[in-house]
């Protein structure tokens, strides 16, 4: 059982900056391919990013391409998404999750383990 909790979260005017972290509990870390998702109220979840076990492949939603950064470093245990240019539409509560499997999915039901969210909040 993978233990992922996500922080960074927060209040932040259009135009700034968050950047989110995930750790995960789990030594075998560098198995799993991590992606981000995030669901806004009455709203289903959706995909963010994608990064692969070693971090050799990436895939973004078209709507935060060119804005939001997904990394990890597996010595950590933590896989991270740098969030800039925040829009108000950013607004969310952003999970990380965990996936077993080797080929790139979106689908949320596609993912193994989930952390318990932290909220994103786009104001001015």
């Known amino acids: 059982q993978v233990q992922l909790v996500e922080s960074g979260g927060g209040l932040v005017q259009p135009g700034g900056s968050l950047r989110l972290s995930c750790t995960a509990s789990?030594?075998?870390?560098?198995?799993?391919?991590m992606g981000w998702f995030r669901q806004a109220p009455g709203n289903e979840r959706e995909f963010v990013a994608r990064?692969?076990?070693?971090?050799?492949?990436?895939v973004y939603a078209d709507s935060v391409k060119g804005r939001f950064t997904i990394s990890r470093d597996n010595a950590k245990n933590t896989v991270y998404l740098q969030m800039n240019n925040l829009k108000p539409d950013d607004t969310a509560l952003y999970y990380c999750?965990?996936?077993?499997?080797?080929?790139?999915?979106?689908?949320?039901?596609?993912?193994?383990?989930w952390g318990q969210g932290t909220q994103v909040t786009v104001s001015s």
């Open positions: 999750a965990a996936d077993k499997e080797a080929i790139p999915v979106r689908a949320p039901g596609e993912y193994d383990y």
């Open positions: 789990e030594r075998t870390f560098s198995l799993y391919a």
């Open positions: 990064i692969s076990r070693v971090g050799l492949a990436i």
